[in-house]
């Protein structure tokens, strides 16, 4: 995985084909039927999809880094924090290692 | 002959579709980014677009990764929206123009655009946020949708964009029809979403590129897209839908109106309105 913008990982071939499975997993997540599949047993969805070993562990620690890192593409893994009532604030704060409201008082900084 | 009246480009950020819902209008944090719609409103009620066409980016609605066209045109008699799993209240469907699609579609592919053709496609966010922006309530204007991937690198490039806009542009006008036609394009301004540069915003770069889409936008084909997401952030890419856009606009452009306000959740917010004062009309004047 190549970062050389810092902090950025480029969606790109190689990203695309390792996420594959995961991000279809949370394409799924568009209906609310399988929303409830998966916190009913988060475990069987998984398998369901074929998730590999990194894939099902960073759903299971709901860490966005680790999900980028497995392949992940924001666009879905925002339908996955979705069910946990999660924005692009929450998930941001948590890939910076802030709080929410530091997160958003830099955004409203960026402006002035 | 069909005309093209000239163009709005608007930010698309999911939470606007919840803000509206909620009637946060006159909220402190919305304000400014909703009063930038009051000259919107009034330049439609006088232009009276019969169709927009709209270039966007599709997140994970209508297409998945397995199969991701470049750039999709829609040709469907109508185009609904569905849950996107983040919560935001389902739109009401938008009507299509199915005759005027498969023209374009036909000129398109004529003029070397070999542009996917979708008789079903649902309507994302990025679409139907900046027709409630736009239209609140009630949407007049039936549409054309046309996707732009940017979300799966390889991207197509800023020239590449606003060649299919100009494409776009010349597909309009040979269109027998009377038709008046306005152009969209939807998300940006700079931020990013993902990694741990998230929350990247750049107001200077912003900046520029909202002067220099107005009359010199080949100056901002020089960026590449891995400049554009260096400068714009990862997601800041959706500025290749206002590229299109501006293509688009084939006659004198003058910017009628612009708003630019920090923050909308992640995402430095904008709203352009170019007029377009056609070739044609200035023959005549």
């Given at each position: 995985m190549t970062q050389d913008i810092a902090g950025t990982t480029m969606f790109d071939g190689d990203q695309a084909q390792k996420g594959l499975a995961l991000n279809r997993m949370c394409f799924s997540f568009n209906s609310a039927e399988n929303r409830a599949a998966f916190v009913k047993d988060e475990e069987a969805y998984c398998q369901k999809y074929g998730l590999d070993e990194e894939q099902r562990a960073a759903i299971k620690a709901r860490n966005v880094l680790q999900l980028i890192e497995a392949g992940g593409n924001v666009y879905y893994l925002a339908k996955f924090a979705g069910i946990f009532g999660l924005n692009v604030q929450d998930i941001g704060a948590q890939q910076t290692g802030m709080s929410v409201e530091d997160f958003k008082a830099k955004l409203v900084a960026a402006g002035r | 002959m069909a005309r093209i009246i000239g163009g709005v480009a608007t930010t698309h950020v999911p939470s606007i579709?919840?803000?509206?819902?909620?009637?946060?209008?006159?909220?402190?944090?919305?304000?400014?980014?909703?009063?930038?719609?009051?000259?919107?409103?009034?330049?439609?009620?006088?232009?009276?677009?019969?169709?927009?066409v709209f270039f966007y980016n599709d997140h994970g609605l209508n297409f998945f990764l397995d199969k991701l066209p470049t750039?999709?045109?829609?040709?469907?008699?109508?185009?609904?929206?569905?849950?996107?799993?983040?919560?935001?209240?389902?739109?009401?469907?938008?009507?299509?123009?199915?005759?005027?699609?498969?023209?374009?579609?036909?000129?398109?592919?004529?003029?070397?655009?070999?542009?996917?053709?979708?008789?079903?496609?649902?309507?994302?966010?990025?679409?139907?946020?900046?027709?409630?922006?736009?239209?609140?309530?009630?949407?007049?204007?039936?549409?054309?949708?046309?996707?732009?991937?940017?979300?799966?690198?390889?991207?197509?490039?800023?020239?590449?964009?606003?060649k299919l806009g100009r494409a776009v542009g010349r597909a309009i006008e040979s269109y027998p029809q009377d038709l008046r036609v306005m152009v969209v394009g939807t998300g940006g301004l700079s931020h990013q979403l993902d990694g741990t540069r998230a929350g990247f915003i750049n107001k200077e770069f912003d900046q520029l590129c909202l002067d220099k889409i107005v009359s010199e936008p080949d100056t901002l084909t020089r960026y590449s897209i891995h400049d554009v997401v260096a400068l714009a952030g990862a997601?800041?890419?959706?500025?290749?839908?206002?590229?299109?856009?501006?293509?688009?606009?084939?006659?004198?452009?003058?910017?009628?109106?612009?708003?630019?306000?920090?923050?909308?959740?992640n995402t430095a917010a904008a709203t352009i309105v170019l007029a377009n004062e056609a070739q044609a009309a200035r023959k005549a004047a």
């Open positions: - | 579709g919840k803000a509206i819902a909620d009637k946060k209008h006159n909220d402190p944090y919305w304000k400014p980014f909703f009063s930038g719609f009051d000259y919107v409103h009034q330049w439609l009620a006088r232009e009276k677009p019969d169709v927009a750039f999709a045109v829609g040709a469907a008699k109508e185009y609904r929206n569905e849950d996107e799993g983040w919560g935001i209240p389902v739109a009401r469907p938008a009507l299509g123009d199915q005759a005027f699609s498969w023209h374009l579609i036909n000129a398109l592919v004529a003029d070397e655009f070999d542009v996917t053709m979708c008789q079903e496609m649902l309507i994302d966010h990025a679409v139907t946020i900046p027709l409630e922006l736009m239209w609140p309530g009630n949407w007049p204007a039936k549409i054309v949708p046309i996707s732009i991937n940017t979300v799966q690198h390889p991207l197509p490039s800023m020239a590449r964009c606003l997601q800041g890419v959706e500025f290749l839908n206002w590229m299109a856009m501006r293509g688009a606009l084939t006659g004198q452009v003058s910017q009628a109106h612009r708003n630019y306000h920090i923050p909308i959740s």
